[in-house]
């Protein structure tokens, strides 16, 4: 029943999601309605939402322009239900805005399969990955997605391992002049930024670390499938689902490397675990194991989110 309405990709589908999306954005942001007394915060909420509809949007696209899916919506469903079991991400403008220039790098490294305009897809993957580091420092390390890239597809050419160093002095001259002309003390941005914490004690309530082990089982889940059956996929998609996998292995390190622990780090994960999903529930199985799958899903996300709401 559920998975027969997301079959199929309608405009009808869409807007269902982004609906609930609303619904779900509004009832997080009415538990404290102080921002509405500012103009200036008003205008953050709303810049939120939609860059979190442009994530939605992209990571569709990444799945169905590369062939990682097929014409379904689906994506869009398990990028919103992971969003889920992450409520205070909701409110967190820098890993929002920084998940969403990587989902632009990634873009960028998954169509170098086709071959076309190499140099300008790694410059450009770089590039994004470099502005990305600006809002969260340690999405810096996706920039190893772009070698990885590199190895897979156009090693030959010396140039291209160049492409990412000159993005880094182009992002860096634009971070400096900013610096000077904002009087922002860079040296000090730097250093907060660099710092690490490998501990992972931050849980204010038991319902973060509930939310937590439920997450991680389902990805693993998710992971382990998309692992065992990458065999049985078209060759050509091989090393664009290995991307996918290690861009969701990125994400991880960068939530157990960053400073300032949180839930909310593993923002970076959701759009490669939405896509690993989708390719899961797509494959050839019965339809009650495809119902199964996804009612727990949002069972386990709606807990999520109402718990920590």
């Known amino acids: 029943m559920i998975t027969s309405v997301f079959k199929k990709s309608t405009p009808l589908n869409f807007s269902l999601v982004v609906i609930l999306m609303l619904v779900f954005f509004s009832i997080y942001q009415t538990q404290d309605l102080e921002w509405t007394n500012s103009v200036l915060l008003i205008i953050q909420k709303a810049g939120i ?7 939605v949007l992209i990571t569709n696209f990444i799945s169905k322009r590369n062939g990682l899916s097929k014409d379904s919506s689906y994506t869009i469903v398990f990028y919103f ?17 920084s998940s969403f220039f990587i989902l632009l790098a990634l873009r960028k490294l998954i169509a170098l399969q086709s071959l076309k305009t190499t140099k300008e897809k790694i410059f450009d993957a770089s590039l994004w990955i470099f502005v990305a580091s600006l809002f969260h420092f340690w999405s810096i390390l996706y ?3 772009v070698f990885i890239s590199i190895i897979f597809h156009v090693a030959r050419d010396y140039r291209n ?16 002049l900013f610096g000077i002309l904002s009087q922002v003390d860079i040296n000090e941005y730097i ?15 038991n319902y973060q670390n509930g939310a937590l082990s439920i997450y991680a ?12 059956s990458i065999s049985n996929r078209p060759l050509v998609l091989h090393d664009s689902f290995k991307k996918v996998i290690a861009s969701f292995f990125i994400g991880v390190l960068i939530f157990l490397v960053s400073s300032n622990k949180s839930n909310d780090l593993l923002i970076f994960t959701i759009a490669p675990l939405a896509i690993m999903a989708n390719s899961h529930i797509e494959i050839p199985q019965h339809k009650l194991r ?19 709401s």
Do not use: H, K
């Open 49 to 55: 939402f939609i860059v979190l509809l442009a994530s």
């Open 81 to 97: 239900l992971f969003l889920l079991f992450f409520p205070p991400v909701l409110d967190n403008i820098n890993l929002v805005f």
């Open 143 to 145: 920039i190893g997605l």
């Open 161 to 176: 391992w160049i492409l990412p160093f000159i993005a880094f002095i182009a992002v860096g001259i634009i971070f400096i």
């Open 191 to 205: 250093y907060r930024s660099v710092n690490t914490n490998f501990e992972i004690n931050y849980f204010t309530n």
């Open 217 to 228: 089982t389902i990805a693993l889940f998710f992971v382990i499938s998309m692992i065992a």
């Open 290 to 308: 495809q119902e199964i799958v996804l009612f727990v899903l949002i069972c386990c996300s709606l807990f999520a989110f109402i718990s920590q």
